[in-house]
């Protein structure tokens, strides 16, 4: 997935900033303030409440920070 995109995108819910996972079977796009995880399935993220898990972001897997 492009980093440029990743970049533009925002949490649905609260608008807030997003991280780049790569942990577990699916990378995901995480929202540290909701606490919540989007896939990224087939390249595109799924921005949906519906589809997003819960994420603790104090888990001793470190999140992939995206460049500046």
Request: charged share 25%.
């Amino acid at each position: 997935m492009d980093h440029r995109l990743i970049e533009m995108l925002v949490c649905p819910l609260c608008k807030g900033p997003l991280t780049l996972l790569r942990e577990g079977e699916l990378p995901a796009l995480a929202c540290r303030a909701d606490r919540l995880a989007f896939p990224i399935r087939d390249g595109i993220p799924l921005m949906l409440e519906s589809e997003a898990k819960p994420w603790d972001p104090d888990a001793p897997t470190p999140p992939v920070e995206l460049a500046p």
